[in-house]
Each structure stands twice: as structure tokens, then as C-alpha cells.
């Protein structure tokens, strides 16, 4: 998958919120001010994995992820919560997103 911010389905990228947006790293997705670290990653099939990872004081959790694209996912959590996202240039997001200095975390 592309590296770099992701937005809930459902908001404009020039909307994007800590609520709506999410960064994926080469090791792992931050979402709001929690950074979870990729663990252990599964195949269940194609495009579909169940991903365990590390979120700090968050502890561990285990989630499926789906890859709709290489720009777009939808992840499942045991309770049965979904949340899709796709890819939104950096560009196109708002401040203080559109400015972040990211490079370095997404090589």
C-alpha cells in the first residue's frame, strides 16, 4: 500500500480531522495520537490479513485489514467496528497536516 495519510470514506480530504485521519508508516499506522507498530502480519487469503500490533499503553490488538486497493483499506476489530479509509495527497489535507514534515517516516 501507498505510505502516507489516509482519510475516513466518508470526509473530503480537505476536512480531515485527528478523528478522520491516519498515517501509514513502513512499521505502522498512526491513528489520532496513538502510533501502533506492526507485530506479526498473516495472509488469510488475498487481500486480507489479520495484523497484530503494539499500540503502547493501548496494549496489543489484533485487527483485519482489508486492501481494497494499493490506496485504500477497510480494517475490521474483534468487536466487529470498521473503519474505511483511502489515500489523500498531503497536499490536499488542512493545516497543520498539509505542512508535517513526514518524509522521513514514510520511507
Known amino acids: 500500500m501507498q505510505r502516507g495519510y489516509y ?3 466518508e470526509t473530503p480530504c480537505g476536512d480531515a480531522s485527528n478523528g478522520t485521519l491516519s498515517l501509514l508508516r513502513r512499521n505502522a499506522m498512526g491513528v489520532a495520537r496513538q502510533l501502533c507498530n506492526f507485530v506479526a502480519i498473516e495472509s ?3 487481500a486480507r490479513y489479520r495484523v ?3 499500540c503502547g499503553e493501548g496494549g496489543t490488538r489484533t485487527d483485519i485489514y482489508e486492501i481494497r486497493s494499493p490506496r485504500s483499506f477497510r ?3 474483534p468487536d466487529g467496528f470498521r473503519y474505511g ?3 489523500c495527497a498531503q497536499s490536499e489535507l488542512p493545516l497543520p497536516w498539509k505542512t ?3 518524509g522521513d517516516l514514510i520511507r
Open 100 to 102: 508535517n514534515a513526514i
Open 7 to 9: 482519510v475516513a470514506d
Open 85 to 87: 479509509a483511502r489515500y
Open 52 to 54: 497484530v500490533q503494539n
Open 75 to 77: 480494517m475490521i476489530a
Open 44 to 46: 488469510l487469503g488475498p
